[in-house]
């Protein structure tokens, strides 16, 4: 800015010199005034939406600053859970339905060797059949075909007892008519 101040004291000092009429003089420094204060106008307007552009600009690199960070905590936690050798050596975790109350939860397993689990509701124990290569079929072993087993069994027995008491409702009926 010093530099500015002494070349512009420099073209007063060569109008005072070379101009000799005083009112010749006088409307020159008038009119270099004028259009320095115009060019002084276009610098303060220009500096003024620079100054806009680059708050804009700041306020802009602020909020991407946020976003990234917001997709590089979604990236950590993705990489976590991909990655984490602890996670390994806890478990695996699955949603396991209960064939007894519907009940959906979720939980860790520690390793294929576990064959059951009780259920957090109903706490019935609900057998883990970690045989991938067969389509969830089912061996018959678990306690929930056991169950059906013991239901199927008591419906027959009941049926059975309800026909045989038929049957003798038959038999003394035909005796009746005899």
Known sequence: MSDIKGKYMKILDELESNIKNKEDLAIAKEKFMELTVVFMDIVDRLTFLTDERIKNIEEKQVEIN??????????????????????????????????????????????????????????????????????YACSGDCAHCHEEVAEDNAEYNNNSKNKKKKDDSQEENNDDDM
């Open 66 to 135: 946020n976003r990234l960070s917001n997709v590089q905590s979604i990236v950590d936690g993705i990489e976590e859970d991909i990655y984490d050798e602890e996670d390994e050596e806890d478990g695996y975790e699955f949603e396991i339905v209960c064939p007894y109350c519907n009940y959906e939860f979720t939980t860790d397993i520690a390793d294929e060797e576990r064959n059951e689990i009780k259920c957090p509701k109903c706490n019935n124990i609900i057998e883990l059949d970690w045989n991938t290569d067969e389509e």
